[in-house]
């Protein structure tokens, strides 16, 4: 992917008028001009705050995965709800646990105090999913910058359009077509959870009440669940504990995360459900027979792509100055 970024658009005729999209104008470089440091005031930050703190890097490739999955990648997943606004993304299930957002913050107030008015929120999101994954040993990829910022938010697109951990390989490939993804995205996207940690809501029915009459999800390793059971989500009920998505190496970057769905031991239904199609197992048997590097670069292709979607550029959206509220 170059320099211009120079990408086919369709342009759509609807009822609505003339809709194009903006993806060419997204480029590597994008604030040279404008302000020059952006990028290295990210990375600078990152690379601090992250070593000390790498359990946030999980938290901030979600809060991309979230944000550009509602609306495209335009920081919509910032925005605070206030009296004039409907309920924004953050108040969606799956945003109750999303962390980050005043990492996010800190990194804006850097970049107006540098810049005012110039790098978006979105930019930042893009930007400092990719360094954080960088600064815990995890894979580089490109990322264009010259999104916009968006100025809607609504609690129940976020609901609509983020892939649940309950999802089965159907509901899966379905919701990332709808954002132009494939099932090999698919596939190698999923491998970001070799990092962070799950709460016990998101798999306690696998464990206690798969079928609404009590009962374990047979698709998962019963030894597995058993010690789950024991060590962590003891009760149906609980609501607290949290659990690694990898066990072993939820803080590095590997494939940890395909060995375990090839043993049934993927943590979501979502993560099994990727073994039950032919098509996605056989690449998660292609990446475990390839070495890290090659898994590196894929999940680096993906991110990208994953980063181009519905992005708001040139004179859509806004550059807002604090990425929690629209500018007035």
Same mark, same amino acid.
């Given at each position: 992917?170059?320099?211009?970024?120079?990408?086919?658009?369709?342009?759509?005729?609807?009822?609505?008028?003339?809709?194009?999209?903006?993806?060419?104008?997204?480029?590597?470089?994008?604030?040279?001009?404008?302000?020059?440091?952006?990028?290295?005031?990210?990375?600078?930050?990152?690379?601090?705050?992250?070593?000390?703190?790498?359990?946030?890097?999980?938290?901030?490739?979600?809060?991309?995965?979230?944000?550009?999955?509602?609306?495209?990648?335009?920081?919509?997943?910032?925005?605070?709800?206030?009296?004039?606004?409907?309920?924004?993304?953050?108040?969606?299930?799956?945003?109750?646990?999303?962390?980050?957002?005043?990492?996010?913050?800190?990194?804006?107030?850097?970049?107006?105090?540098?810049?005012?008015?110039?790098?978006?929120?979105?930019?930042?999101?893009?930007?400092?999913?990719?360094?954080?994954?960088?600064?815990?040993?995890?894979?580089?990829?490109?990322?264009? $910058? +010259?999104?916009? &910022?968006?100025?809607? @938010?609504?609690? %129940? !697109?976020?609901? =609509? #359009?983020?892939? *649940?951990?309950?999802?089965?390989?159907?509901?899966?490939?379905?919701?990332?077509?709808?954002?132009?993804?494939?099932?090999?995205?698919?596939?190698?996207?999923?491998?970001?959870?070799?990092?962070?940690?799950?709460?016990?809501?998101?798999?306690?029915?696998?464990?206690?009440?798969? $079928? +609404?009459?009590? &009962?374990?999800?047979? @698709?998962?390793? %019963? !030894?597995?669940? =058993? #010690?789950?059971? *024991?060590?962590?989500?003891?009760?149906?009920?609980?609501?607290?504990?949290?659990?690694?998505?990898?066990?072993?190496?939820?803080?590095?970057?590997?494939?940890?995360?395909?060995?375990?769905?090839?043993?049934?031991?993927?943590?979501?239904?979502?993560?099994?459900?990727?073994?039950?199609?032919?098509?996605?197992?056989?690449?998660?048997?292609?990446?475990?027979?390839?070495?890290?590097?090659?898994?590196?670069?894929?999940?680096?292709?993906?991110?990208?792509?994953?980063?181009?979607?519905?992005?708001?550029?040139?004179?859509?959206?806004?550059?807002?100055?604090?990425?929690?509220?629209?500018?007035?």
């Amino acid at each position: 992917m170059g320099r211009m970024g120079s990408y086919a658009c369709l342009v759509v005729f609807s009822a609505f008028g003339l809709f194009g999209c903006a993806l060419a104008q997204l480029k590597l470089g994008f604030y040279d001009q404008t302000c020059p440091k952006a990028e290295q005031i990210v990375q600078d930050y990152v690379k601090k705050h992250i070593a000390n703190a790498p359990s946030l890097a999980a938290p901030l490739l979600r809060m991309h995965f979230h944000d550009c999955f509602v609306r495209g990648c335009d920081a919509s997943v910032l925005l605070n709800t206030t009296a004039s606004t409907n309920q924004t993304e953050k108040l969606a299930i799956p945003n109750l646990t999303l962390r980050g957002f005043d990492f996010v913050d800190r990194v804006k107030n850097l970049l107006e105090a540098a810049c005012p008015g110039v790098v978006s929120c979105a930019d930042i999101i893009a930007l400092v999913a990719r360094d954080s994954v960088v600064t815990i040993g995890g894979p580089f990829w490109n990322v264009p $910058t +010259g999104r916009r &910022d968006g100025t809607i @938010s609504k609690q %129940s !697109e976020a609901q =609509a #359009n983020i892939p *649940a951990p309950t999802f089965n390989f159907s509901a899966l490939r379905t919701s990332f077509a709808n954002q132009g993804l494939n099932v090999k995205d698919l596939v190698v996207l999923s491998g970001s959870h070799t990092i962070g940690i799950a709460h016990c809501p998101s798999l306690i029915n696998r464990l206690y009440n798969f $079928t +609404g009459v009590g &009962d374990q999800d047979p @698709s998962l390793d %019963s !030894e597995y669940a =058993a #010690n789950l059971k *024991a060590t962590k989500c003891r009760t149906p009920t609980d609501n607290t504990t949290i659990l690694e998505m990898d066990p072993g190496s939820f803080r590095t970057f590997d494939l940890g995360y395909y060995n375990n769905l090839v043993k049934r031991r993927g943590l979501f239904v979502s993560d099994a459900a990727l073994i039950t199609d032919s098509t996605s197992r056989s690449l998660v048997n292609q990446i475990l027979q390839g070495i890290l590097p090659n898994f590196f670069a894929e999940f680096g292709k993906a991110m990208e792509k994953m980063g181009r979607i519905g992005v708001k550029t040139g004179s859509r959206g806004e550059i807002r100055k604090q990425c929690a509220f629209v500018n007035s």
